[in-house]
């Protein structure tokens, strides 16, 4: 099995409810929750409302990020989820969001972030002992 640092899915959301695309509040709130709800542990929140419409925002977490940028007129979102590790699941989150969109039908991409050569799977300031960062695909 392959190692890697982290999942990143990047998902194109369509047939999206356009009124909950463009409340900045409420797309803060799924995607703050989508978070939790997965397991990860937030750490920096920061969404905008652009004017006339869409929304556009991230969600730092300890485990890398959740990010979002709506098109109200097109029911289109385009989403980011990027974790490390082995404790939270991107695809938890990305479900979740999925559905609290309203998307009627999705087309996403799974990437392995941090897939390194086997002499570089060790963290270069590692110390004799320490758990291993990396974990493998299934």
Sequence with gaps: MEKALGRHILCEAYGCDPEVLNDRRLVEELMVGAALDAGAEVREVAFHQFA???VSGVVVISESHLAIHTWPEYGYAAIDVFTCG??????IA???????LGAKEHQESELRRGT???LLETP????EGEKE????SQ
């Design 133 to 136: 960062l990396l974990y493998e």
């Design 116 to 118: 390194f050569p086997p």
């Design 52 to 54: 006339p419409q869409g």
């Design 124 to 127: 270069l300031a590692a110390e």
């Design 86 to 91: 082995e404790r939270v699941n991107p695809r």
């Design 94 to 100: 990305c479900d979740l969001i999925l559905r609290r």
